[in-house]
Structures are given as C-alpha cells and as structure tokens.
C-alpha cells in the first residue's frame, strides 16, 4: 500500500486530498468525505482501510488545503457556509470527484463515495444530484435535503447507517429520508442502531452532554455492511 498528497484548484481555491493506493490492481474507488473539522486522521484510517481491501481511497477536502477546525465553534464556521450554500458544496465535491478520477490507478466508471457526519450529508447531495458515482454510503449523516434537490430516479445506489438516538438526525428525520429516498426511486437501504448517538465510529467521540459517543458495535457492524455493500458495487 502507497499513499501520496493530491491536489486540484476549485471555486478560487487548492484543495488537498490524501491517496492511498492498494499493492495490486484496484477493485474500484472510493472518495471520502470529512466531518465538520476538515480532512483528519478518522477519515485518512478509513481510506487506508479500504486499499487495505483492494480499492483506491481519497480522503477528500471540502474547505481548502491546510484548513481545519480546532473547535466545535471553528468546525461550525467551516461548515455552516457549505451547509447553507449546497450549490456551492457540490462544486466543490465534484471537483473532488474529477481529481481522483484522474488519477492513473482509477477507472473513472467505478467510483463510490463515504462519508462522515457533514460527510454523510455531502455523498448524499451527490446521489441526489446525479454525481457520477455508482453507490454511497452516510455514516452518521446530517439527514436533510438540499433547496435544490433533484429531481427523478436516483441512480447511485444509497446507505446510510444512523444511530436512533442522534440528536442531529432524530426519527422524524430518518422517517422523511427513507420517503425522500422512495419517492426519488432509489435502491437504498437504511440501517439505524438503538441507544447508538451521533459520531459513532469515532473513537475520539466523548461528548454525551452534545449527542456525541464513540459506539464499538454501531461502528463494527456498519463497516461490516459497508463492506458488502461497496464489494457488491464492483463485483
């Protein structure tokens, strides 16, 4: 496995990605989308996991190379613009898109994409919008639908692994995303963990009083599925 630092100019902007590669020939490619703080060690490990079982991983960048949050009050800053702004998100996203399509090791006709929190909201956006990806996975996710969603069959497959008890995504929430997802026609599926909060794959999540806590079974068994799911899309 290999890893090396990508970059591409978007919206006045250079962004930064981080590669990683596999030893033999790539299954297919992933892009994958930070949380609120910026591209950082959680969604790099996830990346490298994945070329650890035979695919190209790109931890992406949404903000600009070298910005990250130090707080929940800058992570909310960074976020909030983008967040209120999904125009403007997914140029940014497809541009992330077009940077790890061009990289030699891609085939440009098998990518997914994952992401986390914010990310979750991001690959979701991307299957609303028609991006050309085959299938996403949201861990996690920030629920709602954009002003300008789509329109017509979604046709990126789509899962989201959600805990019930995340203050961020609450049942109402996971009840309108399943009807948005069968009304747009999409093969999705829809996993939600009992007593699991938000952030549940992140170990460094410790923050109960926010709605936030690392959770071993949630993360274990969604990355289990995430598995299937993403082989599946490339078999």
Not at 217 to 232: G, L, M, N, P, Q
């Amino acid at each position: 496995m290999t890893s090396r630092l990508v970059e591409w100019n978007t919206d006045d902007q250079t962004f930064e990605g981080k590669l990683f590669t596999p030893s033999g020939p790539a299954k297919g490619a992933v892009l994958v989308c930070h949380a609120w703080g910026g591209r950082n060690a959680h969604e790099e490990n996830f990346a490298e996991r994945l070329a650890g079982r035979g695919y190209v991983a790109m931890a992406g960048d949404v903000y600009g190379r070298g910005v990250r949050g130090n707080s929940n009050e800058e992570n909310e800053k960074l976020m909030t613009p983008l967040v209120q702004d999904r125009e403007r998100l997914q140029t940014r996203l497809r541009a992330s898109l077009d940077a790890l399509a061009a990289q030699d090791e891609v085939d440009a006709g098998k990518i997914a994409a994952a992401g986390f929190c914010f990310g979750g909201l991001c690959v979701l956006d991307m299957a609303r919008t028609g991006a050309s990806v085959k299938g996403v996975a949201a861990f996690h996710a920030i629920l709602g639908k954009p002003e300008n969603p789509g329109s017509g069959k979604i046709e990126a497959e789509v899962i989201a692994f959600q805990g019930f008890d995340d203050p961020m995504a609450g049942p109402d929430e996971l009840l309108a995303f399943g009807h948005e997802m069968t009304e747009r026609r999409a093969r999705w599926q829809l996993y939600t963990f009992g007593g699991v909060a938000h952030a549940f794959t992140n170990e460094d999540a410790n923050a109960p009083e926010m709605g936030l806590k690392f959770d071993a079974f949630a993360r274990d068994r969604s990355y289990h599925v995430f598995d299937h799911f993403v082989d599946r899309l490339f078999a």
